[in-house]
């Protein structure tokens, strides 16, 4: 079996055939060009050979005798260069139409086919004195070796110079016995020249389509690794809005606890050195009341005008917030002074009062107000920044328990004993 793959073409769609065929033209054309130039040199040198071993009378004149040969290498030489002329039209051809091709296609065909009939003629003409096959046995392997066509078409090509040596031969070779050494010698030689012929053209053709298969092999490859980079690509931005969403509290719009927790850790690797930090945790008085009354839509929206307007009284400073928990908020800011800190918390309760939102049901105010606890000191590490929570969670009980709407400022408390169970009935 492994020996008829050998012979044996893969099949293919008529797309990969067409690519096929064009390859071996091209092939053919590069091929015919090289042959044709050696074959013309040799001609001419054989032309030489025989001019300069004509006979030389009495007399002292040249005598120029036009044989066989020279005939024969003169029609040879002139039917290469003309191949060679047409082969350079299409080469210097910037549009070639589907005669042309056609055309060219047949002057491949009959120039190959021409050069193994020109090797009967003169294995015919050489009988007389040489009685040898020589010249058609190398012709037919030139052609068989340097030609790729199917075999189809190897076979036409095939018929028309072993039909003229066949039925010629007779004619030459007077000799009964030597005419039937040659017949049995150029069936077996006809046979392996077949075989490389087929071994060639499916090797060729065989070797291109693998690349074919390869590049194709390669285009998928590149589109899949493309497609699979898109696909990473849309997984990173999903992973990254995931990251956003889990960080992001959805109804104020502002970030959560962990985004809180997330912005200091980050802040605190940046430098390994203590950093002045202030935090500033801000509560909605009597948020309880204002929800009972007014219900949780309008709750949902007063948390959402509170957090976008601290968002907007602190967004010229290097600091951040975040929802802590229910009407709860803190504030982070690195490298303010305390008295920049106070200053900024007066800001943020005068900006909520601005927004003039009716609270009918709170025991400090007709609108809405809110209770600000803030502390200031240096830190190193996140445990000393809980350390700060605790003391601005401290301070905002503290301003509570003062009656609300005030801002209370951790270093002002001394030795203060409220602690959050404490604080409850008074919240």
């Known amino acids: 079996m492994k020996i008829i793959h050998t012979f044996v073409t893969p099949?293919?769609?008529?797309?990969?055939?067409?690519?096929?065929?064009?390859?071996l033209f091209h092939e053919n054309i590069q091929r015919c060009k090289l042959f044709a130039k050696i074959v013309i040199i040799f001609e001419a040198l054989l032309i030489l050979k025989n001019l300069s071993s004509r006979h030389v009378p009495d007399h002292?004149?040249?005598?120029?005798?036009?044989?066989?040969?020279?005939?024969?290498?003169?029609?040879?030489?002139?039917?290469?260069a003309g191949m060679l002329l047409l082969i350079h039209r299409y080469e210097t051809s910037d549009f070639h139409t589907d005669r042309q091709l056609k055309l060219l296609q047949f002057g491949?065909?009959?120039?190959?086919?021409?050069?193994?009939?020109?090797?009967?003629?003169?294995?015919?003409?050489?009988?007389?004195?040489?009685?040898?096959?020589?010249?058609?046995?190398?012709?037919?392997?030139?052609?068989?070796?340097?030609?790729?066509?199917?075999?189809?078409?190897?076979?036409?090509?095939?018929?028309?110079?072993?039909?003229?040596?066949?039925?010629?031969?007779?004619?030459?070779?007077?000799?009964?016995?030597?005419?039937?050494?040659?017949?049995?010698?150029?069936l077996v030689f006809f046979f392996f020249c077949w075989v490389a012929s087929r071994m060639l053209y499916s090797s060729n053709a065989t070797n291109f389509l693998n690349k074919l298969l390869l590049k194709e092999t390669n285009h998928r490859l590149?589109?899949?690794?493309?497609?699979?980079?898109?696909?990473?690509?849309?997984?990173?931005?999903?992973?990254?809005?995931?990251?956003k969403i889990a960080i992001m509290d959805e109804l104020t719009k502002i970030p959560n606890r962990r985004g809180f927790q997330q912005y200091?850790?980050?802040?605190?690797?940046?430098?390994?050195?203590?950093r002045n930090v202030s935090i500033m945790m801000l509560d909605i008085d009597a948020f309880k009341l204002f929800n009972d009354h007014y219900g949780h839509l309008e709750g949902d929206k007063v948390l959402t005008a509170v957090a976008?307007?601290?968002?907007?009284?602190?967004?010229?400073?290097?600091?951040?917030?975040?929802?802590?928990?229910?009407?709860?908020?803190?504030?982070?800011?690195?490298?303010?002074?305390?008295?920049?800190?106070?200053?900024?918390?007066?800001?943020?309760?005068?900006?909520?009062?601005?927004?003039?939102?009716?609270?009918?049901?709170?025991?400090?105010?007709?609108?809405?107000?809110?209770?600000?606890?803030?502390?200031?000191?240096?830190?190193?590490?996140?445990?000393?920044?809980?350390?700060?929570m605790e003391k601005a969670d401290n301070a905002l009980?503290?301003?509570?328990?003062?009656?609300?709407?005030?801002?209370e400022y951790d270093g002002m408390l001394g030795n203060r004993v409220l602690t959050r169970k404490a604080f409850i009935k008074h919240k």
């Open 11 to 23: 099949k293919v769609s008529n797309e990969k055939q067409k690519l096929l065929d064009d390859h």
């Open 397 to 407: 009980y503290q301003a509570k328990s003062k009656g609300r709407n005030r801002v």
């Open 222 to 243: 590149a589109a899949k690794i493309t497609e699979n980079e898109k696909i990473n690509l849309e997984m990173a931005m999903v992973n990254e809005q995931l990251k």
């Open 108 to 186: 491949l065909y009959s120039f190959f086919t021409f050069f193994m009939v020109w090797g009967a003629v003169v294995t015919l003409v050489d009988q007389k004195e040489y009685g040898h096959v020589m010249a058609f046995v190398i012709n037919f392997m030139c052609i068989s070796i340097l030609f790729y066509a199917s075999n189809k078409s190897i076979l036409k090509m095939y018929i028309l110079p072993i039909a003229v040596l066949v039925i010629g031969l007779p004619f030459y070779q007077p000799s009964k016995s030597i005419l039937m050494g040659h017949y049995i010698n150029l």
């Open 60 to 80: 002292g004149q040249l005598e120029f005798s036009l044989n066989t040969y020279i005939v024969l290498y003169l029609l040879l030489l002139g039917i290469s």
């Open 308 to 388: 976008q307007t601290i968002q907007i009284c602190i967004q010229s400073t290097s600091s951040f917030i975040a929802r802590f928990g229910g009407e709860e908020f803190v504030i982070a800011l690195f490298d303010f002074d305390s008295s920049e800190t106070e200053r900024l918390a007066k800001t943020i309760q005068e900006a909520i009062m601005e927004l003039n939102i009716p609270h009918e049901y709170s025991p400090v105010s007709h609108h809405l107000t809110i209770s600000i606890g803030l502390v200031t000191g240096q830190v190193t590490n996140e445990k000393e920044i809980e350390q700060l």
């Open 264 to 274: 200091i850790q980050e802040m605190l690797i940046y430098n390994n050195q203590k």
